[in-house]
């Protein structure tokens, strides 16, 4: 059973537009998120997180949107470019008394820009 | 700062074998998780040390083990190797205080092949 949700597998926005990648997740216990990016054969780069007690968080062209209520996040990339193109993991880490090293990843999006 | 370093970066080994990988974290950082992913399961997380202690621990057969030495740097082993276990091997280094310690920055992995 899936605990984090990448529901879109590939994601195509024209260079200067918007790219938002969306985010599931179903544990209540998960208190802070993190959005990695992925190239083929690299390891995960971090790019963006968010604790639970906050709703949005913000570093340069990257957001990040989180609704507890509806166990949703989103990353915002304005403008996307040309270079923003790789797979994009969202990543959970629950809150058992302490920070965890367990990180759970959705399955990815695939995002590409187009010039 | 140097990032997480990861030792060999490809590896191809048979079945039956066994295979040691070598991760070294980013200075200061303390904890060590490792996690594998291949494309049907996507990133999966295997283990975590810190303090020379496994402290948390995913869900894989006892075939997979880990340790950590006094500097941090941690191997991870795969015993009895299977076909199956052909995968791209992350390690991930974060710190253990702070705001930021449930950032996990990753190495650039561990490509390993049996065949």
């Known amino acids: 059973d899936q605990q984090v949700k990448q529901n879109s597998p590939s994601l195509s926005v024209q260079e200067g537009r918007i790219s938002i990648l969306n985010c599931d997740y179903t544990?209540?216990?998960?208190?802070?998120f993190l959005w990695y990016k992925k190239y083929p054969a690299e390891g995960p780069t971090f790019l963006i997180s968010?604790?639970?007690?906050?709703d949005k968080n913000e570093d340069g062209r990257f957001t990040v949107f989180l609704n507890k209520s509806a166990k949703h996040l989103s990353l915002h990339i304005v403008p996307s470019q040309p270079g923003d193109s790789a797979v994009y993991f969202c990543?959970?880490?629950?809150?058992?008394?302490?920070?965890?090293?367990?990180?759970?990843f959705g399955k990815g999006t695939k995002l590409s820009v187009k010039p | 700062k140097a990032g997480v370093t990861q030792t060999p970066r490809y590896l191809i080994k048979t079945r039956g074998q066994q295979v040691t990988l070598s991760c070294s974290p980013i200075?200061?950082?303390?904890?060590v998780s490792w996690y594998q992913q291949t494309p049907g399961q996507g990133l999966q997380f295997l283990f975590e040390y810190f303090s020379e202690t496994q402290r948390n621990k995913g869900n894989f057969p006892g075939r997979f083990s880990g340790r950590q030495f006094s500097n941090s740097r941690s191997e991870m082993n795969v015993s009895t190797l299977e076909l199956g276990d052909s995968a791209l091997y992350l390690c991930?280094?974060?710190?253990?205080?702070?705001?930021?310690?449930?950032?996990?920055?990753f190495g650039p992995g561990t490509r390993l092949t049996v065949l």
């Open positions: 991930a280094s974060r710190l253990l205080t702070g705001t930021r310690r449930n950032e996990q920055f």
């Open positions: 544990n209540s216990m998960f208190d802070y």
């Open positions: 200075s200061g950082h303390r904890s």
């Open positions: 990543a959970a880490s629950p809150f058992f008394g302490g920070s965890q090293g367990n990180l759970i």
């Open positions: 968010i604790s639970s007690i906050k």
